[in-house]
């Protein structure tokens, strides 16, 4: 079963550096998004992206945050400068145009 | 605005016993709903879906909701508990699938226990 692929599982990060995050979407999904779940709280979009672009975005995708997809397989997720209210579990989704599907996240640790 | 409402954020049911979720949605229009599931540490995976048609849907793990249009709700339920369903439960909608790009808005979710 076709799935999505998130990389690292786990990753510590000092406050004020960067960190990319990766994903691997399902192959034929055109669709794709990124989510971010503070510990004890509900998941919260932070971007979609279709055809190469930014499609929507939330309040909380300020300028810290980018979205790159570099090749035909890797949709990332950069965060400038980060900040210790950056630490969350991140999801990577990507949808057919039907039902998203979500990876298994990236915990980002900020200390 | 737009909005999703999980009434309950805790619920402890017996193994065997019934389950059901509770789900509210804001919208001016009828829109796309989901529940999703989380075990502890994983992602989160789809456990049903309603675009239209039939207001009763069947997902996996036997779980169905059903869509009800005069309430706005989409509560999720199960005959019969297990062990392993004890997770957080989140419920989601979309305002549309053929806009690019369009966000699933999630619920706060419901965390459900089950005891032996």
């Known amino acids: ?3 999505v692929t998130q990389t690292p599982s786990h990753q510590v990060t000092q406050m004020g550096q960067e960190v990319i995050l990766r ?3 399902i192959s034929n999904h055109l669709y794709f998004y990124w989510y971010r779940q503070i510990l004890g ?3 919260e979009f932070l971007v979609s992206f279709y055809n190469n672009e930014i499609s ?4 909380i995708f300020d300028d810290q945050f980018s979205v790159e997809r570099p090749d035909g397989s890797n949709f990332t997720l950069k965060i400038r400068s980060t900040k210790l209210e950056d ?5 990577c989704a990507s949808s057919g145009g039907g039902s998203a599907f979500f990876g298994q996240g990236t915990r980002l640790t900020v200390v | 605005a737009q909005s999703v409402t999980q009434p309950d954020i805790h619920i402890t049911v017996s193994e065997g016993a019934s389950l059901e979720l509770r789900c509210n949605y804001s919208y001016g ?3 796309y709903l989901f529940w999703y599931v989380q075990s502890p540490g994983q992602g989160l995976q789809l456990l049903l879906k309603y ?3 039939d207001t009763l849907v069947q997902g996996i793990k036997g779980f169905e909701a059903e869509f009800k249009r005069s309430q706005s709700s989409f509560n999720l339920r199960k005959p019969s508990v297990h062990w392993s369903d004890a997770a957080e439960y989140f419920c989601a909608v979309a305002l549309s699938l053929n806009q690019a790009g369009t966000a699933l808005i999630f619920g706060k979710g419901t965390t459900l226990s089950v005891s032996s």
Do not use: L, N
């Open chain 1, 56 to 59: 929507e975005k939330s309040e």
């Open chain 1, 41 to 43: 709280q509900k998941v």
């Open chain 1, 23 to 25: 994903c691997v979407p």
């Open chain 1, 1 to 3: 079963e076709p799935e």
């Open chain 1, 87 to 91: 630490s969350a579990m991140y999801f």
């Open chain 2, 51 to 53: 675009f239209s048609g």
């Open chain 2, 29 to 31: 229009a009828t829109p």
